[in-house]
């Protein structure tokens, strides 16, 4: 195995590891073990608060772009917390201007959105806008994928739960456009920001660990 092998190997296996364990434990909570009802097939109907997977893999991802050691941490940790906000100030703002079915509004504040997240670098070098965007955008993501509550009808889980006629049991019913998981808008915040911090964590994490079972050079000349 040579050099770059050795180097790049044990960090490929902390991530590999670490993605195995996030990705089981993201689905169960959300599929399993925090659920409100059923989904069928042996999976839950999650809650209106549930893990986003992916999410994570995007925080996660811009720590290791970012320099991939303590500051980038705090950089990428800034760059969700300052994007998801941002994010949280224009949803109600975009479905109060225009509602289902025009865009406009949603583009509108998307745009002075955006805008605003660039003037901010004027404030200084330790603010990571490349880092971000990203977390402004997750938000969206989840926000389309989940309904787009309070722009269109049922987005927010409204009617999404339905009483079984012949039981007590919950089962899944119908949110905006026919899907399942239809969340509150503030809960898909709450969701993604929680997602993007979880993904720093990983991050940190497997910076460490694989610095740890990285062979060190005097080590390896010893062996040698």
């Not at 039981?167 to 969701?191: C, E, I, Q, R, Y």
């Amino acid at each position: 195995m040579g050099p770059r092998a050795k180097a790049i190997t044990p960090l490929a296996l902390v991530i590999g590891v670490l993605s195995f364990l996030w990705t089981e434990f993201a689905l169960n909570f959300t599929f399993h073990w925090v659920t409100v009802g059923d989904l069928g097939g042996g999976l839950g109907l999650p809650q209106n608060f549930h893990l986003v997977l992916p999410t994570a893999f995007i925080s996660w991802g811009l720590f290791f772009a970012a320099g991939g050691d303590n500051a980038a941490f705090g950089k990428v940790l800034t760059a969700c917390v300052i994007g998801s906000i941002g994010a949280l100030v224009v949803m109600p703002l975009a479905f109060t201007t225009a509602p289902l079915p025009d865009f406009w509004g949603i583009a509108l504040w998307v745009g002075v959105g955006a805008f605003v997240l660039v003037m901010i670098l004027i404030l200084g070098d330790w603010y990571y806008v490349a880092g971000t965007f990203p977390a402004f955008a997750s938000v969206f993501l989840w926000w389309i994928a989940t309904g787009l509550d309070g722009w269109a009808a049922n987005g927010g889980g409204v009617g999404n739960l339905l009483n079984a006629a012949t039981d007590d049991t919950v089962v899944a019913g119908t949110g905006a456009f026919g899907g399942v998981l239809s969340t509150p808008w503030p809960m898909v915040w709450l969701s993604s920001i929680v997602s993007l911090i979880c993904g720093c964590i990983l991050g940190i994490l497997s910076g460490k660990l694989a610095a740890a079972l990285t062979p060190k050079p005097a080590a390896a000349a010893e062996a040698a």
